[in-house]
């Protein structure tokens, strides 16, 4: 079965400071991965995905995200942090026909 | 990409009464899903709805409880029948392409009272 885990609720961040945003996913086969933030009183936006090729994939906003096949991980990083990242974002995983979501991390970006 | 209309974005409700959310896409899709996001928590998937057919419900919900209409290939309602103040939830609407990339809907924000 399809899973993603997000081991951290809550992430602070320095604003120019880089952030790091943690997945980890469990599979049977070639997984296809995504980051999605949700800004207040908004709808989820896609920010990125995996699906093959490069391990560094780019996204909106200036994030990117690393998938590590060994680790099984998929984390989002962003080089220097912005006080308007200040969101909550979500890991998915493709299962059959549905995505599968981490339980969300809140990222916070002091200015 | 998709642009999902969803409406009402946002409800108060009586408990025992229910409630019909419509979303319509700008493109017809195969598959519209229906998600809920409970206060603090991440997305459940509640039910995958196909034009034609009956909605396919995952483990814990049910069709009297969460009955879904897929009359055409842009648009699906949902309705949260006899609610609760455990209900309280954003629904959201969702298609995806077929790398299942997902498009969302702004959701619709309910409260029972």
């Known amino acids: 079965a399809q899973s993603v885990a997000q081991p951290e609720d809550q992430v602070n961040v320095a604003e120019g400071n880089p952030l790091t945003v943690k997945c980890t996913y469990s599979?049977?086969?070639?997984?296809?991965l995504f980051w999605y933030v949700q800004y207040p009183n908004r709808g989820l936006q896609f920010l990125l995905k995996?699906?093959?090729?490069?391990?560094l994939v780019k996204g909106s906003y200036g994030f990117e995200a690393e998938f590590n096949k060994s680790q099984t991980s998929f984390h989002l990083k962003k080089p220097s942090a912005l006080v308007s990242d200040s969101a909550l974002y979500f890991c998915?995983?493709?299962?059959?026909?549905?995505?599968?979501f981490g339980t969300g991390t809140r990222l916070t970006v002091i200015p | 990409s998709a642009v999902i209309s969803q409406k009402p974005s946002r409800d108060i409700c009586q408990r025992g009464t229910s409630l019909t959310i419509q979303c319509q896409v700008d493109?017809?899709?195969?598959?519209m899903f229906w998600y809920r996001q409970q206060p603090g928590q991440s997305l459940t998937l509640i039910a995958t709805?196909?034009?034609?057919?009956?909605?396919?419900?995952e483990s814990g919900f049910v069709i009297d409880k969460f009955p879904i209409s897929r009359p055409n290939l842009t648009f699906s309602t949902l309705t949260v029948s006899n609610m609760s103040p455990e209900d309280s939830s954003i629904y959201l609407c969702?298609?995806?392409?077929?790398?299942?990339?997902?498009?969302f809907g702004q959701g619709t924000r309910l409260t029972v009272v």
């Open positions: 998915g995983v493709t299962g059959a026909n549905n995505l599968f």
């Open positions: 493109s017809q899709v195969t598959m």
């Open positions: 599979v049977s086969g070639n997984p296809y």
């Open positions: 995996y699906i093959t090729g490069d391990n």
């Open positions: 969702s298609v995806h392409r077929e790398d299942n990339e997902a498009f």
């Open positions: 709805a196909n034009q034609g057919s009956e909605a396919t419900y």
